[in-house]
């Protein structure tokens, strides 16, 4: 969760993403956040998310996505 924490927290430096809970619809993360999203945990976790994982239910929050990331390193 740490790495993904860093990448977040990167990206907005401002949110305190391990509280936050409503990134989609918040706007917090656009679709270009979400395209170097993508890009960067399929680098750092070595995982491919699928177009059908982009959903707003696995990007609105650190923990949903790290979520996503843990089912996708099972497969």
Request: no cysteine; aromatic share 6%.
């Amino acid at each position: 969760m740490e790495r993904l924490l860093n990448i977040l927290s990167d990206m907005h430096p401002d949110v305190d993403f391990e509280v936050q809970e409503n990134l989609i619809k918040e706007g917090i993360l656009d679709s270009f956040d979400i395209v170097t999203l993508v890009t960067e945990i399929t680098e750092e976790f070595d995982v491919m998310i699928r177009a059908r994982d982009i959903t707003p239910e696995n990007f609105n929050s650190a923990k949903a996505l790290y979520a996503l990331i843990q089912r996708l390193e099972e497969e």
